[in-house]
Every structure is written in C-alpha cells, then in structure tokens.
C-alpha cells in the first residue's frame, strides 16, 4: 500500500513552455500532499505544501505565479512549471500525505525529470 | 530548516549492521522522527519512525535515546542494495511539513 505515482518521469521541453507534472496518490487519498525540487548532488528543497480544495503555500524563495499548483481531488495533485527556463531543470519529486492519518508519514512518488533546452 | 544533524558519508561492509546516527537535539515532546532513504534518482523511500519507543520493521531498527535528542538507524545486515543517501527528519508543525537535511550517504562494500 501507499503508493505514490508521478506522470511523465522525465520531460525535455523548450525554454518558454509550460510544462506539468502530476502526482496521484494510488491506493490512499491524501488531503496533504507536498511538492519538492533536488538539483544534483543537492538534497531534496520543499517547494509548497498543497492542500485538497484549498490555495498550495509555497516556500520562501519559491515563486507561486511560476509553478502553479493544483490539488483538486484526493488523490491527485499537479505542477505546471510555466514559462520554463534553463534552471528550472531539476527532479521533481511529491509525497502525499494519507488523510486522517494519525501519523504524519509521507509517501514519496518517484520524481519526474526535467530538462529545459 | 532542518533540525537535524547527520554524518556526510559512511562505509559498512556488506553483511555487517549499519549503524547510522542522528541529532536532534531542540526536537519538541510530540515529534516523530522519520527515516528515509533515498537512492540515485529515485523517490525517497519509507524506513521507519518512532517517538520515544525503540521501533523494529521488516527494514530497520530505531533506537531512540531517552532524552529523544538523537537517535540511530540499524541496519542489520547490510546488503549492497542498502547503499544510498538516509536521510532523518524531525516534521515542522504546524503544518507538519518534511525539511530535509544533508543525510548520510551509506556506501556498502562487498
């Protein structure tokens, strides 16, 4: 149990486009789920907490108009990195947290790739 | 930020128990620590989490000290597959959020 998916896994596109990513929660339904970037050899940086029906908050330091997130079910969360640059490149990675959980254990879903040209 | 500490690297042979430690030390009275692995280019993955009780599973065992201001990953027996980055976290309320740290990267040698 607790599976955490992600679509696509790895993504080229050209600077300037939107790209989106999905993270779906497969076997539990999450009211919580959280959005990550790791560059290499970097640990994994929280971007934003996403919360089902509600607004994402975002991190310091991260930009909300840029990466777009949208939680509107219980098992499905997504981000649109728009207007795409080059150093947007980085693995994405999302957990979820399963609702009504006493303990606050987070699932990870296994990252998605993005490469910007 | 994270509110833990963890050694950079370590090597285990393989077979051995793996014993990784960490410090949290202004961890608060009703907070888990988590432990997490994660290896190259993957999600990270679930170990274990305790409060205050020793924990075993089927992956690991966590022996938490009494003052709850560190604690130590056990890994029984190490297998090759074991080497990755271990990452333990104590959660940020109020919203509970993961900040991860640097972790301990586990290399297992044959």
């Known amino acids: 149990g607790a599976v955490v998916s992600q679509h696509p896994s790895w993504v080229i596109c050209k600077s300037g486009t939107s790209v989106k990513i999905e993270c779906r929660s497969l076997d539990f339904q999450a009211t919580t789920m959280f959005w990550y970037r790791q560059f290499p050899k970097q640990s994994l940086m929280l971007m934003a907490t996403?919360?089902?029906?509600?607004?994402?908050?975002?991190e310091q330091g991260v930009e909300k108009d840029k990466f777009l997130i949208n939680h509107a079910s219980l098992t499905l969360s997504t981000l649109t990195v728009t207007s795409a640059h080059p150093e947007d490149s980085s693995f994405y990675i999302c957990?979820?947290?399963?609702?009504?959980?006493?303990?606050?254990?987070?699932?990870f879903g296994p990252g998605t790739r993005l490469l910007v040209l | 930020d994270a509110k833990t500490t963890q050694p950079p690297s370590m090597d285990c042979a393989e077979g051995r128990a793996a014993n990784l430690p960490c410090n949290h030390s202004t961890i608060s009275g009703n907070e888990y620590v988590y432990w997490y692995r994660q290896i190259h280019s993957q999600g990270p993955q679930y170990i274990i989490h305790?409060?205050?009780n020793n924990e075993t599973n089927e992956m690991a065992s966590l022996i938490i000290t009494e003052d709850r201001k560190s604690s130590t990953l056990i890994l029984p027996h190490a297998t090759l597959r074991d080497t990755a980055v271990y990452y333990c976290?104590?959660?940020?309320?109020?919203?509970?959020?993961?900040?991860f740290g640097t972790g301990t990267s586990l290399t297992v040698i044959p």
């Open positions: 305790g409060l205050k």
């Open positions: 976290i104590v959660r940020v309320p109020p919203g509970n959020q993961f900040y």
């Open positions: 957990s979820a947290r399963e609702a009504g959980a006493v303990q606050e254990t987070q699932y």
């Open positions: 996403s919360n089902e029906g509600s607004k994402a908050t975002y």
